[in-house]
Protein backbone atom coordinates (compact mmCIF):
# COMPACT_ATOMS: atom_id res chain seq x y z
CA UNK A 1 0.00 0.00 0.00
CA UNK A 2 2.68 2.29 1.21
CA UNK A 3 5.01 2.34 -1.88
CA UNK A 4 1.97 2.68 -4.34
CA UNK A 5 0.77 5.67 -2.32
CA UNK A 6 1.32 9.07 -3.98
CA UNK A 7 1.28 11.30 -0.83
CA UNK A 8 4.19 11.10 0.76
CA UNK A 9 4.79 10.38 4.42
CA UNK A 10 7.84 10.65 6.61
CA UNK A 11 7.11 7.51 8.81
CA UNK A 12 4.45 4.41 9.27
CA UNK A 13 2.39 6.27 11.50
CA UNK A 14 1.90 9.05 9.62
CA UNK A 15 1.10 7.01 6.78
CA UNK A 16 -1.36 5.22 8.86
CA UNK A 17 -3.16 8.65 9.91
CA UNK A 18 -3.04 9.59 6.48
CA UNK A 19 -4.35 6.79 5.27
CA UNK A 20 -6.92 5.91 7.50
CA UNK A 21 -8.34 9.77 7.08
CA UNK A 22 -8.57 8.94 2.91
CA UNK A 23 -10.72 5.78 4.12
CA UNK A 24 -12.89 7.71 6.55
CA UNK A 25 -13.43 10.72 4.26
CA UNK A 26 -14.14 8.30 0.44
CA UNK A 27 -15.58 5.05 2.11
CA UNK A 28 -17.14 6.16 6.02
CA UNK A 29 -14.86 2.98 6.85
CA UNK A 30 -13.03 4.30 10.60
CA UNK A 31 -9.39 2.89 11.66
CA UNK A 32 -8.03 2.75 14.67
CA UNK A 33 -4.17 4.42 14.38
CA UNK A 34 -2.88 3.75 17.95
CA UNK A 35 -0.62 1.16 17.29
CA UNK A 36 0.59 -0.98 13.90
CA UNK A 37 -1.45 -3.96 14.86
CA UNK A 38 -4.61 -1.83 15.28
CA UNK A 39 -4.54 -0.47 12.20
CA UNK A 40 -3.23 -3.72 10.61
CA UNK A 41 -6.74 -5.18 12.59
CA UNK A 42 -9.23 -2.78 11.32
CA UNK A 43 -7.97 -3.19 7.93
CA UNK A 44 -8.43 -7.10 8.01
CA UNK A 45 -11.71 -6.85 9.80
CA UNK A 46 -12.96 -4.46 6.94
CA UNK A 47 -11.87 -6.73 4.34
CA UNK A 48 -9.44 -4.31 2.91
CA UNK A 49 -6.44 -6.74 3.13
CA UNK A 50 -6.79 -10.48 3.79
CA UNK A 51 -3.33 -12.35 5.89
CA UNK A 52 -2.23 -15.48 4.17
CA UNK A 53 -0.01 -17.97 5.72
Do not use: P, Q
Not at 27 to 50: A, H, M
Request: negative net charge; glycine residues 6%; hydrophobic residues 40%.
Amino acid sequence: MRKNDIERSKDMFDFMEGYSMRKLLFENIKLNTETVDDFVSGLVSNGIISIVK
